[in-house]
């Protein structure tokens, strides 16, 4: 069985492979820092748009960037993991820019999810641009309310728990 933690290469490779057999492929991304149940439906509904889904991870240096001091809680090899075991999960890659959109154009989706913490104006300009340049459409998921990283870390912090 072919690992699914790839390499930005690969990801093309595979993404040309699985556009010439008729797939749709569904691309996302982030930090997934510590994993949730809210990550895990809004990757399940993701890979529910298409045939395929490619998780791009955000590498610990642009989380740093990203979230600050602190973070990420777990190394990016380790994120990685937990995503690639995840059913609905069909690749993984890591990637060491702030934004997607080397990933994106790597991946060439059919179709970029983002949660509903985002809207399509939200995104960010450069990666909205390449989404708009391939032709792809957005779709945002609703948010699962009450679930994020960084409430999980507020009541980690809580005294008494």
């Not at 059913?87 to 990933?103: G, K, L, N, S, Y």
């Amino acid at each position: 069985m072919q690992t699914k933690i790839i390499d930005i290469n690969e990801l093309a490779q595979r993404a040309r492979e699985s556009r010439a057999a008729g797939k749709k492929l569904v691309a996302t991304n982030g930090c997934f820092d510590l994993l949730h149940v809210g990550h895990v439906r809004y990757l399940q509904a993701a890979r529910g748009l298409g045939d395929m889904l490619a998780v791009g991870l955000n590498g610990d240096r642009s989380v740093r960037e990203l979230k600050g001091n602190g973070r990420p809680i777990n190394n990016e090899g380790d994120r990685a993991e937990m995503l690639a075991a995840l059913e609905c999960v069909d690749f993984v890659t890591i990637f060491p820019e702030m934004r997607a959109t080397q990933f994106i154009l790597a991946a060439q989706p059919a179709i970029y999810a983002k949660g509903g913490d985002y809207t399509s104006e939200t995104l960010n300009a450069e990666e909205r641009a390449a989404l708009q340049k391939l032709g792809a459409e957005i779709r945002i998921i609703p948010f699962e309310k009450g679930y994020s990283t960084s409430l999980l870390l507020e009541q980690l912090r809580k005294p008494g728990r």
